[in-house]
Nanobody
């Protein structure tokens, strides 16, 4: 059974950086496209970033384009999200997700999330 475990969340100030990591166990990460989503209190979960199976293509939600960078290390079974120039509106629980066939389809697996809080 595939499991995803996120880490790296925390409380930071506006303009700071954080790096989130997600480890996939119980499977081969190379068989999955990977993505990050986030959910702020009282809001629906939203897409943040995605990366293709080989890492050659990355996709970003408009509000994080240029500030966030998604990467993957298949040898370490890890996908990361580098978040720079953080803003209070980036505060949310961040979830890692794995897609077996299509990055546009609903993920097959979800992590339990890691909390990011950005204060002004």
């Amino acid at each position: 059974q595939v499991h995803l475990v996120e880490s790296g969340g925390g409380s930071v100030q506006t303009g700071d950086s954080l790096r989130l990591s997600c480890v996939l166990t119980g499977g081969n990460i190379g068989e999955y496209g990977m993505s990050w989503f986030r959910q702020a209190p009282g809001q629906e979960r939203e897409f943040v970033a995605a990366i293709g199976w080989s890492g050659g293509r990355q996709y970003y939600e408009d509000s994080v384009e240029g500030r966030f960078s998604i990467s993957r290390d298949n040898a370490r079974s890890t996908v990361s999200l580098q978040m720079d120039s953080l803003k209070p509106e980036d505060s949310a629980v961040y979830y890692c997700a794995a897609h077996s066939t299509d990055l546009n389809a609903d993920p097959d697996y979800w992590g339990k999330g890691t909390l990011v809080t950005v204060s002004s």
